[in-house]
Antibody, heavy 124, light 111 residues
């Protein structure tokens, strides 16, 4: 069974940092792109970042303003999101989601499956 | 303000057909495929439709997707009470360096 499990969320003060992790199992992790998507309380889905299978291609939403860094460790079947200079408006559930397989264009990918999410609360 | 525009709500009675629209532009829906996601309260989103009109294994065939030009639609035929959820469209956008864009979501209510 394909499974994604996020961790690392919690309460952090404005200006602080967090490192989110996503542990993958049930598929060959190193052959799929991966993504982070967030959802503020009561709001819609917002794409955060994507990374290709070999980390050769990385994309960020402009609204992250260079504060977030996506990375992966294929040997550990893990995806990461380093979030710095956190703001109150970054408060959200952060989901990791599997993207498309190797050798398929990013534009043709879909996000499937998704993890259960980890809550990041930025508050003083 | 989402790049893809969806109505905030839609509703129907059991057995009815309900459609959810998703409007974009040439840089996203007009040149790339559309995916749809279903989300129940307190749960993670789930892929419902991919590549405009394809259903993943296990998705009932009462769910269907279509696309024309810069707009896409999700149709739910034979609406059931368990279909009450939030639905989001998404597509790759060719603007700048490339990015994923989502619709604001549509809450489907079964009356």
């Amino acid at each position: 069974e394909v499974q994604l499990v996020e961790s690392g969320g919690g309460l952090v003060k404005p200006g602080g940092s967090l490192r989110l992790s996503c542990a993958a199992s049930g598929f060959i992790f190193g052959t799929y792109s991966m993504n982070w998507v967030r959802q503020a309380p009561g709001k819609g889905l917002e794409w955060v970042a994507s990374i290709s299978s070999s980390s050769s291609y990385i994309y960020y939403a402009d609204s992250m303003n260079g504060r977030f860094t996506i990375s992966r460790d294929n040997a550990r079947n893990s995806l990461y999101l380093q979030a710095n200079s956190l703001r109150v408006e970054d408060t959200a559930v952060y989901y990791c989601a599997r993207g498309g397989p190797l050798r398929t264009a990013t534009r043709k990918h879909s996000f499937d499956p998704w993890g259960q999410g980890t809550l990041v609360t930025v508050s003083s | 303000q989402s790049v893809l525009t969806q109505p905030p709500s839609a509703s129907g009675t059991p057995g009815q057909r309900v459609t959810v629209s998703c409007s974009g532009s040439n840089s996203n829906i007009g040149s790339n495929t559309v995916n749809w996601y279903q989300q129940f309260p307190g749960a993670a989103p789930k892929l419902l439709i991919y590549s405009d009109d394809q259903r993943p294994s296990g998705v009932p065939d009462r769910f269907s997707g279509s696309k024309s030009g810069t707009s896409a639609s999700l149709a739910i035929s034979g609406l059931q009470s368990e279909d009450e959820a939030d639905y989001y469209c998404a597509a790759w956008d060719d603007s700048l360096n490339g990015l994923w864009v989502f619709g604001g979501g549509t809450k489907v209510t079964v009356l």
